[in-house]
């Protein structure tokens, strides 16, 4: 049943990535963003209540609550256009407690390539910490293809072999999804640091997130 969630996780992070790259209007985006972020309240609930006495369900649950949370906050504050400060603070939060996940992944789950998952989205929740939070306008274009990219790379494509059965060779999938974060992030880092915006982004407008969890 995460996986589910996840699938849809993976829409709304390349909605949120596709918006902060301008090719989207901020309310009809938000909209997306409640409807994912209901889904991502409702599943781990749903998941802790049917299996109280398995610890493991519970801490894989326990997670996908902080991405819920954060497309409730995003959805609700771009279509009221609300400031996005606590948007962005709450996101530093998350980028806290996904180091935390992913070192459950790997030491406690033998995960390895959601350990590497969760440290995609920490980084990815900290240029939302950095964008909403500290309104570093000038990061916009680059968190805008870092969410639309980690959308598939993270959610979707994860979810859809997973549900399908061919999410096979975690040793090899978590070195591929290393390697890839590394190079392809730093390769947009420079293609776009030169050309990145500098006016002020108002409200959540210039920043809506995120991610998901399994």
Same mark, same amino acid.
């Given at each position: ?52 006495d398995d610890p493991v369900t519970i801490l894989n649950a326990s997670g996908i609550?902080l991405f819920g949370f954060t497309y409730l906050y995003v959805g609700i504050g ?79 494509? +994860? ?11 975690p040793d090899r999938i978590a070195v591929a999804l290393a390697v890839f974060g ?25 920043? +809506?997130? +995120?991610?998901?969890?399994?």
């Amino acid at each position: 049943m995460a996986f589910v969630g996840l699938l849809y996780v993976g829409a709304v992070l390349f909605l949120n990535g596709v918006m902060l790259l301008g090719k989207a209007d901020p309310k009809s985006i938000g909209v997306f963003n409640i409807f994912v972020g209901a889904l991502q309240v409702v599943t781990p609930t749903i998941l802790i209540t049917a299996n109280l006495d398995d610890p493991v369900t519970i801490l894989n649950a326990s997670g996908i609550y902080l991405f819920g949370f954060t497309y409730l906050y995003v959805g609700i504050g771009l279509i009221g256009e609300f400031d996005s400060t606590g948007v962005g603070w709450f996101s530093l939060f998350v980028a806290i407690m996904a180091l935390g996940y992913s070192f459950a992944n790997f030491r406690l789950l033998g995960d390895a390539p959601f350990g590497v998952i969760w440290l995609y989205w920490s980084f990815l929740w900290l240029l939302f910490f950095l964008l909403l939070g500290l309104k570093m306008e000038r990061l916009t274009i680059y968190t805008g293809w870092v969410a639309a990219i980690e959308g598939w790379v993270t959610a979707a494509i +994860p979810a859809f072999l997973t549900l399908t059965g061919y999410w096979v060779y975690p040793d090899r999938i978590a070195v591929a999804l290393a390697v890839f974060g590394v190079v392809v992030f730093a390769g947009i880092w420079l293609f776009t640091s030169g050309a990145m915006p500098r006016r002020a982004a108002r409200g959540p407008r210039a920043a +809506p997130p +995120p991610s998901p969890a399994h």
